[in-house]
């Protein structure tokens, strides 16, 4: 087995609690956070339901200590507050003390900050200050900001799997010596552009997401960030840190199936999955638990479940759950929220529950873990797939 590179510290907020802790307690208590729309004035309010945060951007602004009159967008103040809570985990008080890196996703980047200005922009100019947040890279410099971070900073965006490329290429960048110590993860805010591009594609529940379920219905938006902060082996020994888990395998393919399904086969997710066993060295009956990606639409669950069956076997899958259900899809920071929920699963040994499910798909054997289940847990392979065909595979290990 690859021993994978070290995790020592996380950071969240997300629909279901603004800490770590309180995330880890809604899980196991099965607190679900979908709601209506209450930050956002759309004609969609009453129509769908989305895991929101439920912070204004003022109390955001408060949070963060920003001047009034700032340009963050709720994005990349979202994203801030998880990075923060990551390194104060970690227990680093000098950023730049090693190599360090920061590695962001983000796919809505600063857009509900162009939709608030947009128009204003042709009668007020000086509003530019504004829409120029609009870009993903952006968020991420704004996040380094905060940090006091002036290391190697760059941004990813390839859709719902953009925090797990973060992830991937933070390791990467580690066992290759190029950094000692990097901050990766994934922030998306709602906005009234990812709601009504999201509601044209009529992939969107109008009640509560069902993943893996025969009658999935589609999916409910989130917003949310996560961070982790992955060091070396190096750091780990001469200071002595606690290690959370470790970034074993990971592994990524593009099927080009479709701008906006997956491959009907799974070919795309497949190939990811073989791809981070090759990597992390292991089995496929080491893994004892999948955190899928389980988004609930018709398409995804498919395609998911037909490469676990090509990987697993129809009646030799691991457990596995997807915690959708109880913060929407958060799209690129989907992976990072459930890289967490991953590393928890591993310092907890719990299964956590795919809630919603009744009916089991008729395609195949596959039937999730619905409801909480505490076993030895060593090995969590966690999926991320995007629009695009962009698929990613993590697995997290337990430190030994």
């Known amino acids: 087995m690859n021993k994978g590179v070290a995790i020592t510290g996380m950071g969240i907020i997300s629909s279901i609690g603004n800490t770590v ?46 001047d009034r009159d700032n340009n963050f967008s709720r994005t990349a103040m979202l994203g801030a507050i998880a990075a923060k809570q990551a390194v104060k985990n970690a227990g680093i008080t000098s950023i730049n003390e090693y190599k360090t890196g920061l590695v962001s996703a983000t796919s809505v980047g600063g857009m509900d900050m162009t939709e608030r200005f947009y128009y204003e922009y042709f009668e007020n100019p000086e509003t530019i200050k504004y829409i120029s947040s609009h870009n993903a890279g952006d968020v991420t410099d704004k ?41 990766v993860g994934g922030t998306d805010a709602l906005s009234k552009f990812t709601i009504n591009g999201f509601k044209t594609l009529m992939i969107l529940s109008d009640g509560y997401n069902t993943p893996f379920d025969n009658d999935r219905k589609g999916l409910n938006l989130g917003e949310a960030a996560a961070y982790l902060v992955l060091e070396s082996d190096e750091i780990v020994k001469k200071e002595n840190k606690k290690v959370l888990a470790r970034v074993s395998g990971y592994g990524n ?28 060295q292991l089995k496929r009956e080491q893994i004892d638990y999948i955190n899928v990606h389980g988004t609930a639409t018709p398409n995804n669950d498919l395609s998911e479940g037909r490469a676990m069956v090509r990987i697993f076997g129809e009646n030799n899958a691991p457990d596995f759950s997807s915690t959708k259900p109880f913060t929407g899809h958060t799209l690129a920071a989907a992976a990072a929220i459930e890289a967490v929920f991953s590393v928890l699963a591993i310092q907890h040994n719990v299964v956590f529950p795919n809630l919603n499910f009744k009916t089991p798909m008729t395609e195949f054997n596959l039937i999730p873990q619905t409801t909480l289940k505490h076993k030895n847990i060593e090995h969590v392979l966690s999926n991320s797939f995007g629009f695009g065909g962009n698929c990613s595979t993590l697995i997290f290990s337990k430190s030994e």
């Open 143 to 183: 996040i380094a900001s905060e940090l006091g971070l002036i290391g190697m900073v760059t941004t990813i965006s390839t859709a719902c799997s953009s925090a797990a490329n973060a992830i991937m290429l933070g390791a990467r960048l580690i066992k290759s010596g190029k950094l000692d110590r990097v901050i």
């Open 21 to 66: 802790e309180e995330n880890f307690n809604a899980l196991l208590n099965s607190q679900v956070a979908i709601t209506t729309i209450e930050n956002i004035s759309t004609v969609h309010a009453d129509v769908i339901k989305v895991g929101e945060i439920k912070k204004n951007n003022q109390e955001l602004i408060e949070e963060l200590k920003l």
């Open 253 to 280: 393919a593009n099927d080009a199936f479709h701008q906006t399904a997956s491959s009907e086969n799974g070919d795309g997710a497949f190939l990811a999955m073989e791809k981070a066993f090759q990597v992390a």
